[in-house]
């Protein structure tokens, strides 16, 4: 059974810094691409970053270049988020998603969420 | 980047058919994946490439594309598809990014 467990959600301060995880199993994890998705509270879906099954390349959404970075550990089967300089507008549940297809973005699975809330 | 638009809200009575659409220059090239999702749970793929649902997904569910256009065709709707539905594509700036499109509350009446 695939299971996504995301984990390091809490409560930042404006221009804190946060590393999300993200504990695959169920799957060959490195014969995948993985991606972050994340939802402000009450409103819609929002990509956030992707990496390469190799994790050789990423990709990342305008709004968090340059302060976010995706990486992953092959051994640990585990995604991570690396999150700095944070705003109020970071705030949200954030997932790590599977992709089914290579570059179609098509989820197959998701984890459950962790929340992260920017608030001084 | 793309953006997809959807209608923010469709409702449809028990057993009968709706469509949900959604737009965007990307639909031209990519397919649209469907997304369901329900107060406090994760999203759920429903619908991906030209017309495939993942395993368990019933088969009212389908989906379709014309021009830049996709849509998401329940048939026979159920109480339980009451639910917010995504689209998503890669992005035809080609860079590998995603787009989703903003949702569509469904209720069945």
């Known amino acids: 059974e695939v299971q996504l467990l995301e984990s390091g959600g809490d409560l930042v301060q404006p221009g804190g810094s946060l590393r999300l995880s993200c504990a695959a199993s169920?799957?060959?994890?490195?014969?995948?691409?993985m991606s972050w998705v994340r939802q402000a509270p009450g409103k819609g879906l929002e990509w956030v970053s992707a990496i390469s099954s190799t994790g050789g390349s990423t990709y990342y959404a305008d709004s968090v270049k340059g302060r976010f970075t995706i990486s992953r550990d092959t051994s640990k089967n585990t995604l991570y988020l690396q999150m700095n300089s944070l705003r109020a507008e970071d705030t949200a549940v954030y997932y790590c998603?599977?992709?089914?297809?290579?570059?179609?973005?098509?989820?197959?699975?998701w984890g459950q969420g962790t929340l992260i809330t920017v608030s001084s | 980047s793309s953006e997809l638009t959807q209608d923010p809200a469709v409702s449809v009575a028990l057993g009968q058919t709706v469509r949900i659409t959604c737009q965007g220059d990307s639909l031209r090239t990519y397919y649209a994946s469907w997304y369901q999702q329900k107060p406090g749970q994760a999203p759920v793929l429903v619908i991906y490439?030209?017309?495939n649902r993942p395993s368990g997904i019933p088969d009212r569910f389908s989906g379709s594309r014309s021009g830049n256009t996709a849509s998401l065709t329940i048939t026979g709707a159920q109480a339980e598809d009451e639910a917010d539905y995504y689209c998503?594509?890669?992005?035809?700036?080609?860079?590998?990014?995603?787009?989703f499109g903003g949702g569509t509350k469904l209720t069945v009446l």
């Open positions: 998603a599977k992709e089914h297809t290579p570059w179609e973005g098509d989820f197959d699975y």
């Open positions: 998503n594509s890669r992005d035809s700036s080609g860079h590998h990014l995603v787009v």
């Open positions: 490439g030209k017309n």
């Open positions: 169920g799957f060959t994890f490195s014969g995948y691409a």
